[in-house]
C-alpha cells in the first residue's frame, strides 16, 4: 500500500486564481482592450487624471456638507477597561490592582483605567487599590467586608 505524499512547502498546490496574466490595455483592436482602453469615450473618467476624489459629487454640494453636524468628539477621552465582580473569583490574592488583574487576565494593560462594575457577587473581601468602582461595586464590596485603599 502506498503512502499519501506529505504536503510541504515545497509542493503545495498554487492558489486558484493567484497566476492570472495581467489585463494588457490599449494594445490594438484585437486585444479586445483597445483604442480607449476601457474607459469609454471622453468624459472626465476617460481622462489620464479623470478619477475625482473621494466624495465629489461633480460640483453639486456633496452629501457630507449637506448633512448637519452636532455634538463633539473629544480627542483626549480614555475608555476604562471595566471588570464584572464576577471575574473577580479568578484572582489568587485579595488585593485588586490593575497589576493583579493583568497578571490574571482580566484586562490588557496596567496603565490604562480599570473600573469594577457590580456584575456578579463576592464571596470574600478584597482590597481595592488604585480602580475605579460603580457605586453598586462599591456597595458589595464594602458588605463583603472589603475596603477601597487610594
Known amino acids: 500500500m502506498a503512502l ?3 504536503i510541504g512547502l515545497n509542493n503545495l498546490p498554487r492558489p486558484k486564481g493567484s497566476a492570472t496574466t495581467p489585463k494588457r490595455k490599449g494594445r490594438g483592436p484585437g486585444s ?3 483604442k480607449t482602453a476601457g474607459r469609454g469615450h471622453k468624459g472626465q473618467r476617460a481622462r489620464k ?5 473621494p466624495g465629489f459629487e461633480g460640483g453639486q ?3 457630507i456638507r449637506r448633512v448637519p453636524k452636532r455634538g ?17 473569583a479568578e484572582l489568587s ?7 493583579t488583574l493583568v497578571a490574571a487576565g482580566l484586562v490588557s494593560r496596567a496603565d ?37 485603599e487610594g
Do not use: H, W
Open 4 to 6: 499519501a505524499p506529505t
Open 72 to 88: 463633539f468628539t473629544n480627542p483626549f477621552r480614555t475608555s476604562a477597561q471595566v471588570v464584572n465582580l464576577r471575574e473577580l
Open 93 to 99: 490574592s485579595e488585593e485588586v490592582t490593575p497589576a
Open 61 to 63: 454640494m456633496p452629501l
Open 112 to 148: 490604562d483605567p480599570v473600573k469594577l462594575l457590580g456584575v456578579g457577587d463576592v464571596t470574600r473581601a478584597y482590597v481595592v487599590k488604585g480602580c475605579a468602582a460603580s457605586a453598586g461595586a462599591r456597595l458589595k464590596i464594602e458588605q463583603a467586608g472589603g475596603r477601597f
Open 49 to 53: 487624471s479623470g478619477n475625482v476624489r
Open 32 to 34: 479586445g482592450l483597445g
